[in-house]
T-cell receptor
């Protein structure tokens, strides 16, 4: 099955700096790569996703890059703010007629200090 | 648009007791998922439904876990008997096409 590795497990940055989280996946058939943000006591919330037919996607301060050859993808957050502090999860899955069953990384705890 | 609803939010039970969690997905979402999230880890898929049929339950511990989705809408996840290692957050999620939406989760503590 699919194995998703995520690094680092913890990340501390100062407000205004950039944060980068990296993930690798094992199954070359995976073609959908979402990123979720989870705040304490809440469920994961989708923040951005990318499909295998594109190499980069950006949404305001958040961007994701995908390298299919190397089987890795990364989340980039620019101009970080204290409210970006949370646990971030990457995931990978294959598209199927029955939907996407996500395989998650172990998460990165991001702390943005003022 | 209402999100994925789950109940109860919190439950504390003794080992060997039973517990049931309920999920109401977003209206119109044919696919429903139950994930288990142990503290400090990413969510792990337990079971996936497409309408009221099971698509994938390969990681569901069937000797103690069961799930159903009657009429292709609401779903229940049951654990009987519970073990200490079942302490986790149980997340329900649903999707129509590509985007998967999660509920707030049901926190289970087994003592």
């Amino acid at each position: 099955g699919e194995n998703v590795e995520q690094h680092p497990s913890t990340l501390s940055v100062q407000e205004g700096d950039s944060a980068v989280i990296k993930c690798t996946y094992s199954d070359s058939a995976s073609n959908y790569f979402p990123w979720y943000k989870q705040e304490l006591g809440k469920g994961p919330q989708l923040i951005i996703d990318i499909r295998s037919n594109v190499g980069e996607k950006k949404d305001q301060r958040i961007a994701v890059t995908l390298n299919k050859t190397a089987k890795h993808f990364s989340l980039h957050i620019t101009e970080t703010q204290p409210e970006d502090s949370a646990v971030y999860f990457c995931a990978a899955s294959q598209n199927s007629n029955s939907g996407y069953a996500l395989n998650f990384g172990k998460g990165t705890s991001l702390l943005v200090t003022p | 648009e209402a999100g994925v609803a789950q109940s109860p939010r919190y439950k504390i039970i003794e080992k060997r007791q039973s517990v049931a969690f309920w999920c109401n997905p977003i209206s119109g979402h044919a696919t429903l998922y139950w994930y288990q999230q142990i503290l400090g880890q990413g969510p792990k898929l337990l079971i996936q439904f497409q309408n009221n049929g099971v698509v994938d339950d390969s990681q569901l511990p069937k000797d103690r876990f069961s799930a159903e989705r009657l009429k292709g809408v609401d779903s229940t996840l049951k654990i009987q008997p519970a073990k200490l290692e079942d302490s986790a957050v149980y997340l329900c999620a649903s999707s129509f096409t590509n985007t998967i939406y999660f509920g707030e989760g049901s926190w289970l503590t087994v003592v």
